[in-house]
């Protein structure tokens, strides 16, 4: 059974978006972007995923859920996952305040599979960014994400930008994990209709990529977020360089 969980490597992500991705952090801190965008934030929700997922030649399912909350100047989000078998897989966290560049962590908590919890703090006093598993620091620039925020920075940013969240766009961000931090990159490939669960049905979506650098040992993420939800991630797809993977879809919506 141990030999599945290599999915604890990633499928805490966040929307479980990446929460849980391996790094290859060479040159990372002296990349850096810094983008301010106008960032419109969708409403607070709860969203229910179902996974499958196929890990060294065993299929296996399960659920995610994720709770976004937003609203007074801050911001919350609290998601785990679960399969059949072996129960919570992953359980993370980011939380922290809003300002002129969109979410703005104070702290973000990755719990895996069978592994002790560790975090990355944001010091915005300081403009530092720290981890309780490692030395290595970061400065605060601006605009930085963790693995759990970005993808509601990613949609805030494409609701504030419709006309330009085009295919062939890219949207470059920083982002921090539990040990470390880097670059992403995410493309804008162009709409498709995805089938969601069955109380939501088929949706029409736009489908955004990211990919790893070359050399990298990282994960091939795709989300497909919908306009016509308030553009929360219907479908989101991990992809190992071994081409093992990890795939959400949106099964129930609760709005709050």
């Known amino acids: 059974m141990n030999k599945m ?4 490597g990633f499928a805490g992500t966040g929307i479980l978006l990446a929460a849980t991705m391996a790094v290859n952090n060479a040159g990372a801190a002296d990349e850096h972007p810094v983008h301010q965008r106008p960032v419109n934030l969708p409403p607070s929700v709860d969203l229910l995923y179902s996974i499958s997922a196929r890990q060294r030649g065993f299929s296996l399912s399960g659920d995610a859920t994720l709770s976004w909350r937003q609203g007074e100047g801050k911001y919350t989000i609290n998601t785990d996952s679960r399969v059949a078998l072996l129960g919570k897989l992953t359980e993370n966290r980011s939380q922290g305040t809003i300002d002129s560049y969109g979410l703005a962590p104070s702290e973000y908590y990755d719990k895996r599979f069978r592994k002790d919890p560790v975090t990355a703090t944001f010091d915005r006093e300081a403009k530092t960014i720290s981890f309780s598993d490692g030395s290595k620091t970061y400065p605060i620039k601006g605009g930085e994400q963790d693995r759990v925020s970005i993808s509601w920075q990613l949609v805030g940013v494409a609701r504030a930008a419709r006309d330009k969240f085009k295919p062939g766009s890219e949207w470059d961000f920083f982002v921090v994990g539990p040990r470390d931090a880097d670059p992403w990159t995410f493309h804008v490939i162009g709409r498709e209709k995805i089938q969601a ?25 795709d989300i497909w977020l919908a306009p016509s939800l308030e553009w929360y991630p219907v479908k989101l797809r991990f992809v190992d360089n071994d081409r093992d993977y990890v795939e959400q879809t949106l099964e129930k919506v609760t709005r709050k």
């Open 197 to 221: 669960g069955a109380a939501i049905g088929t949706v029409d979506t736009i489908h955004v990529l990211r990919e790893p650098p070359p050399g990298s040992k990282d994960q091939t993420l």
């Open 5 to 8: 969980w290599k999915l604890a």
